[in-house]
């Protein structure tokens, strides 16, 4: 019999009230989050895991704002205020988080030229993280995803997770969105066009 896993997406300070790139709401899906790492065979979690000077940063970039769009060598990429720097407190996870459970975590966003929403590849699209490998080798073919945020690293990462063959479900109600331009519709749109359960 397959496995299934938890797959428990970037619950960290920085994009809960108050932190760097604050998602509205962010923190008010942990008590559902906990819940749910009792109830499946595997838990895994995602962490944002930023250098500091890191290329998605709008800092980074002179005369560049928050929420702009540039060309980098691998496509368009959205910046972002300074967030998730390797060993801050706003990098932790949401402190109420319970996660006792996950056997893994994944960290991501840490090489300074490229940023990585999903779990399982950088922003070319190519680059692997080893989560597929990791789940395969160990016998997790269906996975849920809950976490922060909806329309970034969840959609990317349930995205990558169906083409690369994973059963995948999005439980809507303990993720929140950032909600950049439309990104949210346009992220439900693109999960359900690659055949991504959304509850
Ligand atoms: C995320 C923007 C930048 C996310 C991470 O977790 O959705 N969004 N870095
Ligand atoms: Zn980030």
């Known amino acids: 019999m397959?496995?299934?896993?938890?797959?428990?997406?970037?619950?960290?300070?920085?994009?809960?009230?108050?932190?760097?790139?604050?998602?509205a709401g962010g923190d008010a899906i942990v008590p559902l989050v906990n819940r749910l790492i009792t109830s499946f065979d595997h838990?895994?979690?995602?962490?944002?895991?930023?250098?500091?000077?890191?290329?998605?940063?709008?800092?980074?970039?002179?005369?560049?704002r928050p929420f702009e769009t540039i060309a980098m060598p691998y496509g368009a990429q959205t910046l972002w205020p300074d967030h998730c720097m390797q060993g801050t407190s706003g990098a932790d996870f949401h402190p109420s988080l319970d996660?006792?459970?996950?056997?893994?975590?994944?960290?991501?966003?840490?090489r300074a030229g490229i940023d990585s929403y999903s779990a399982f590849f950088?922003?070319?699209?190519?680059?692997?993280?080893?989560?597929?490998?990791y789940l395969r080798e160990r016998g997790i073919a269906d996975l849920t995803l809950v976490g922060l945020a909806t329309d970034y690293c969840v959609a990317f990462s349930a995205i990558d997770a169906a083409r690369l063959g994973f059963g995948v479900t999005v439980r809507l109600e303990a993720c929140r969105a950032i909600d950049l331009g439309g990104s949210l519709d346009r992220a439900l749109a693109s999960m359900r066009e690659v055949g991504v359960g959304l509850e």
Request: proline letters at 4%; aromatic letters at 8%.
């Open 122 to 133: 950088e922003n070319d699209r190519a680059t692997p993280t080893g989560l597929a490998g």
């Open 99 to 110: 996660w006792t459970r996950a056997e893994l975590v994944i960290r991501k966003g840490f």
């Open 43 to 64: 838990v895994v979690l995602t962490q944002d895991w930023h250098p500091a000077g890191h290329s998605s940063f709008a800092s980074s970039h002179d005369g560049r």
């Open 2 to 23: 397959s496995q299934n896993a938890l797959v428990v997406i970037d619950v960290q300070n920085d994009f809960c009230p108050g932190g760097a790139l604050a998602v």
